[in-house]
């Protein structure tokens, strides 16, 4: 007789640690440099590229909400995931405690995320 499988909440969390791992190998580097160096300091871009007026164009564009979100939303759970893993690779082995410590701050994250955008408007 087979046996059963054991139904898991694993496989949405894997899902989301790789998305977030693969977003941000491909431009975790690229917008820690805009925003952080090329931006601010006026060397590679123009001067006011970063302003208010343009940062809130895109934030009110619907395909600009969507990259902010998907950024920030994925690269929390892509933190959460491995946060919690290697609290159990030091010994941490906390149980719900640690899982609702990681992936809880990591859903409340991406509530914010979400409510600011929408705060932002059209």
């Known amino acids: 007789m087979a046996r059963a499988l054991k139904p898991s909440w694993q496989p949405p969390f894997w899902l989301l ?19 952080g160096l090329a931006g601010p300091t006026g060397t590679v871009l123009p001067e006011g590229a970063f302003g208010y007026a343009r940062v809130l164009t895109f934030a009110q564009h619907p395909l600009g909400k969507a990259f902010a979100f998907a950024v920030v939303a994925l690269f929390l759970w892509h933190a959460a995931h491995r946060l919690y893993h290697t609290l159990h690779d030091f010994g941490v082995h906390a149980g719900s405690v640690a899982w609702i410590a990681c992936y809880g701050s990591a859903a409340a994250g991406t509530v914010v995320a979400a409510a600011c955008l929408l705060a932002v408007g059209f």
């Open 17 to 35: 640690f790789g998305a977030g791992g693969m977003l941000s190998a491909l431009i975790g580097a690229a917008l820690v440099f805009v925003t």
